[in-house]
């Protein structure tokens, strides 16, 4: 239970706030998250870590001298968006290129992607290495489909700390893939965890059960048992964990490792020390040696009870840098020497908005796309408990809270830009940037890629033709199936997109005025998503809970139908006021 907020909505962002005026001598905020306040030596490799909040010390905790020069810092449970990313490993580049590390989810996979490829073009050369530690979220022949969980720590000390040795680029990205390699981790959990503002738990585990393998965000586990013993539990994690040793490992008989015992956030520290003094003797028994041992909260899920073991398979190499100093909020390792902080003038100053010029028929269009946009933000508002339901039937439960974040910002950037002349085409690009901003997460991201691809079939000249409508919502459903890589049948948004898209397509084609063409295929999105029910799903967060999502609708498509719904309703001109 959380029980000290004040806005829910503006929690991570008044989190960050604290958490920089805190520790100010290491860290410094930036739009999107935080970077190092002290010297970093030019043309060192910088290492831009991130992901939801919620996991502290993960991920702004990390930064700091040996560990990583930036954390692009989303909002609770939800990836950061490609914007944040940017903008922090701009900020964090020193000229030796931007290594990027995360967990693998797939929110975090299409933000950090997108960002990677925006730095490559502006000139930054970029790089990526996702942590796949969790080996209960896949079996070893699918190891890149595996959850990041504590192992991202074991992978970003790695990386950074040959970053600090200076490294080029292309050997910080070759130890952090091996370290990755070397990382296995096994959690479980034994209850789950209440968002602040929220009167329930995002999840749960039954009393007096422990559910095993169970993710950071209340992803499903593999198994359920009672509570074991402190003895107990160390015996689960270190036979799953030597079940599996890393490729070229035969036996796990006088090899070296790393290992964190790490708190998922109210197992007390008591409670980790017990259950370490058993996992100690069962690692050398087996003939293991411990290097370095860390026993504490790495990568915590707010106010879950649960807690993971993390088993770092080392070399000459990786153990030296297992080993390396550090100096950050939240972990400190031996000495990292003497350290300069930055001088305040040297941090850039944010850019200005700039409206490019716009004729008055494309202003007239942005006006009723920002009523467009307005119009989603309230069929969200008015249906985020919903969305936020379905969505923890086999999701995360947070699309609600996500969508509404995404479509606010969206609707209070289409008003400004209104308000400063800009023409439909800037209005909507302001608005998908806001959009994909302010919501992360795998929703966020491609509602940015269609409101922005939509805008760039409006243009800011002239007012478009029906058939430029359709052109941008062609280019949306395309983009959106290009970058998040779904199908018809995945059962995600794509399923109501499709017939959406082909609807209006053919009735426009046929001569249908805008706003018929657009009642007629917003009517084909809503029965699609509807039909979602019957469907499996194969992608996202909602592709391990298969079964459990049978007879409930996706609900990014369901949402998809409410938002053409609500437009169609502009379109005709039935909204208040109007007429
Ligand atoms: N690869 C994908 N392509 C298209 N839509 C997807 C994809 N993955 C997930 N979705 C959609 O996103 C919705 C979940 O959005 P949201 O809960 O905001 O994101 P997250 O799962 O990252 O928290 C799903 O219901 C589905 O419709
Ligand atoms: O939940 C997280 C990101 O995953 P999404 O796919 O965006 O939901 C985050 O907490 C881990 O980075």
Redesign the pocket.
Known sequence: MTRLFNDPTEFADEMIDGFVAANSNQVRRVAGGVVRSTRTPNGTVALVIGGGSGHYPAFGGIVGQGLAHGAAMGNLF??PSAQQVESVATAANRGGGVLLSYGNY??DVLHFTQAEQKLNAAGIPTRTVVVTDDISSAPIAEKHKRRGIAGDFTVFKAAAAAAEEGYPLDEVVRVAELANERTRSVGVAFSGCTLPGADAPLFTVPQGRMAVGMGIHGEPGIDETDVPTADELARLFVDSLLAELPDGILSPEGQRVGVILNGLGSVKYEELFVVYRSIAALLQNAGLEIVDPEVGELVTSFDMAGASLTLFWLDDELERFWRAPADTPAYRKGSVGSVQQLDPSEVEAAEALVIPEADDASKETAAVVARAIEAIARVVDENVDELGRI?AVA??G??GI??QRGARAASAAASEALALGAGAHTLLELSANAWANKAG????A?WGVALSAVGDALGDEGRPAAESVCVGVTAAVDG?MSF???EVGDK???DALVPFRDTLAREIGGGAALADAWKSAADAATAAAAATADLLPR????RPHAEKSLGTV????YSFGLIVQSIAAVLAGTIEGEK
């Open positions: 939800a990836s797939a929110g969505d999701g995360d947070d699309h996500g969508m997460g795998t929703s966020g491609l959106i998040g890589k779904a995600t948004m794509v992608m996202g967060r909602a996706d609900a990014g498509a």
